[in-house]
């Protein structure tokens, strides 16, 4: 079982909020991402971190922003929530030290913009 | 175009069957092939990680397989049980970059039935 952990599981919020997604890992991974999946499609990278400070886009434009203040927590937040927003969003780390070295996920927020 | 393909898109069997999935990719350059179990609603778990060299590798029911010269992959699972519902995830990563970029597949939907 992987040390990861997303809050909240589920959210439902309306058009215009501000939300945040939180994320923490506890087994001391440098690199961590969020990726953004909808039913039956495969996953997409929104933003990665290799590390303090360290933020990065991913493949599909998000806008949706980051941060990485400390290496157990990678938090992404929506300034302004949209119905086009309405995704599964998970968060995974791994150290990367070695090639088959394996990403870790966490357990995912299911959020529904009305 | 990096791509990874998986077949079929959903698959229902009885329990104690075994089946097999499948997996195509053109993703170059190649450094490791993955495949994932996603529980609804949980985020993915890894069940093997194989590199260009590797053929096969075994994880209890789960026999995943790589033939890196046609670039096509197989997860079988053998005398399959109830709790194998679930979404299985090729992810193939490329070493073309510091990221190790990760492509991810649909998923094949496996239903076993009692």
């Known amino acids: 079982e992987a040390d990861i952990y997303q809050t909240p599981r589920y959210l439902v919020i309306g058009t215009g909020k501000k939300i945040t997604l939180e994320c923490s890992q506890t087994m001391g991974h440098d690199k961590m991402y969020w990726y953004q999946q909808d039913p039956g499609m495969e996953l997409h990278l929104i933003h990665y971190?290799?590390?303090?400070?360290?933020?990065e886009k991913g493949d599909l434009s998000s806008e949706s922003t980051v941060s990485r203040i400390r290496t157990e927590h990678f938090p992404l937040t929506l300034e302004s929530a949209r119905p086009s927003h309405t995704s599964q969003y998970l968060c995974?780390?791994?150290?990367?030290?070695?090639?088959?070295?394996?990403?870790?996920f966490g357990p995912g927020t299911r959020l529904l913009v009305l | 175009k990096n791509q990874v393909e998986q077949s079929p898109q959903s698959l229902i069997i009885l329990e104690g069957k075994n089946c097999t999935l499948q997996?195509?990719?053109?993703?170059?350059?190649?450094?490791?092939l993955r495949w994932y179990k996603q529980d609804t609603g949980r985020g993915p778990v890894s069940l093997t990680i194989?590199?260009?060299?590797?053929n096969t590798k075994s994880n209890g029911r789960y026999t995943a397989t790589l033939d890196a010269d046609t670039k096509q992959s197989s997860l079988h699972i053998t005398a399959s049980q109830l709790s194998d519902s679930a979404s299985y995830i090729c992810v193939v990563s490329d070493r073309g970059s510091t990221l190790g970029r990760l492509y991810f597949g649909r998923g094949t939907q496996l239903t076993v039935w009692p």
């Open positions: 971190s290799y590390g303090v400070n360290s933020t």
């Open positions: 995974a780390s791994n150290q990367d030290r070695a090639v088959q070295e394996t990403q870790y």
């Open positions: 997996c195509n990719y053109t993703v170059s350059p190649f450094s490791n």
């Open positions: 194989m590199t260009f060299s590797e």
